[in-house]
């Protein structure tokens, strides 16, 4: 996995979702740029295509609805949520 990457596919060969294949080949080609750490605000400000991985899932994974991307940020600050309260 890479910067979270990798995570979503099924893990079956030729699942284009999570496939590695093409961010290792950006990393073998000195052409991979680094994502880094985003806050809420960076997420709202960037562009997708500023960054490797986003070209990579642009150009390779199948696309997925605003209702995916909605339960996954929930899931997210349920997992965010979740940890404050363990600490």
């Known amino acids: 996995m890479v910067e979270g990457y990798g995570d979503t596919g099924s893990g079956r060969m030729a699942d284009p979702n999570g ?6 080949r ?8 680094h994502v880094g750490p ?12 500023e960054f490797t991985l986003g070209r990579i899932q642009i ?14 940020l929930k899931r997210c600050d349920d997992r965010a949520q979740n940890a404050e309260e363990t600490l």
């Open 19 to 24: 496939s590695l294949v093409h961010v290792r």
């Open 59 to 72: 150009e390779n994974e199948t696309q997925r609805d605003a209702a995916y991307f909605r339960d996954l």
């Open 38 to 49: 985003l806050t809420r605000k960076d997420v709202g400000d960037i562009r997708g295509t």
């Open 26 to 33: 950006a990393y073998d080609a000195g052409a991979y740029r």
